[in-house]
């Protein structure tokens, strides 16, 4: 607690009595003898609700870094429209037992070569992941095991995949994204489009979840034969897998989820 004591010159009137200063500011303190200085110092923060121990990891006694294991934080990558730099989050948050959910709400674009790859992989306790706006994906292994081995995730949304527009370097920039998952996948269908075959790509035993919202009543299923038999996919509340009818065409079937 700093304690300012002023000292007064000449013959003027001697200040008495104590200013007590709690905020920050300018003032005025001629007439006291003592200001009292006491502004609270406010808690460091990042833009992405965890302090800087869940991101990089803290230092022991001994001077070692180790895992982050920050408090509990949802994480939200507001404002970040493109990710070119190869590796730039490439395990930033691998095993971290506190992050419970991460959104990416403005990228439309990875570019850069290992850009995410793994950035969740071994998170126990994240149960969903957001990328409401992701159109393009050019760089090899941009995401490959994204959040492998994760037990506790639940969804993954992919908003905007599979619309018009979208352009994917080729499956294995996702490849095993989300292996050793049982998260259900949900991504925007668009007939017309040269969409891959998401349920292999991505690694999860989850379902895939079309959504045919842009469709209107046009509720149609994809073409099958880009699938691999036993697909489990959602639509419109329905759920239908994909069957061989013995002759090796395959088609979908309706099922009622269990």
């Not at 905020?23 to 609270?40: F, H, L, R, W």
Request: a negative charge.
């Amino acid at each position: 607690m700093p304690i300012f004591n002023q000292v007064v010159k000449g013959g003027g009137v001697t200040p008495t009595g104590t200013m007590y200063i709690i905020s920050n500011g300018t003032y005025n303190v001629t007439d006291k003898a003592i200001a009292n200085v006491n502004v609270p110092q406010t808690p460091a923060t990042t833009k992405y609700g965890g302090a800087v121990a869940n991101v990089l990891g803290d230092v022991d006694s001994n001077g070692v870094l180790q895992y982050p294991s920050g408090p509990q934080c949802h994480l939200v990558f507001s404002g970040v429209k493109t990710l070119m730099a190869g590796y730039i989050l490439q395990q930033k948050f691998l095993g971290d037992s506190g992050v419970l959910s991460a959104v990416f709400p403005d990228l439309e674009e990875i570019s850069g070569v290992y850009a995410i790859n793994g950035i969740f992989e071994y998170c126990p306790n994240i149960v969903s992941i957001s990328f409401p706006k992701l159109l393009v994906v050019s760089a090899n292994a941009a995401a490959r095991y994204l959040a492998a081995n994760c037990p506790s995730l639940q969804r993954v949304d992919f908003g905007s995949l599979g619309k018009t527009g979208t352009s994917i370097l080729s499956v294995s920039v996702f490849s095993n994204a989300f292996s050793g998952t049982t998260a259900d996948i949900h991504y925007r269908y668009e007939l017309g489009t040269n969409t891959p075959n998401w349920c292999q790509l991505y690694g999860s035993t989850g379902n895939l979840v079309f959504d045919l919202t842009d469709l209107g009543s046009l509720a149609q299923l994809p073409d099958p034969s880009g699938y691999s038999e036993g697909t489990t996919c959602e639509v419109s509340g329905a759920y239908y897998m994909v069957a061989d009818d013995g002759s090796g065409n395959l088609y979908w079937n309706n099922i009622t989820r269990a």
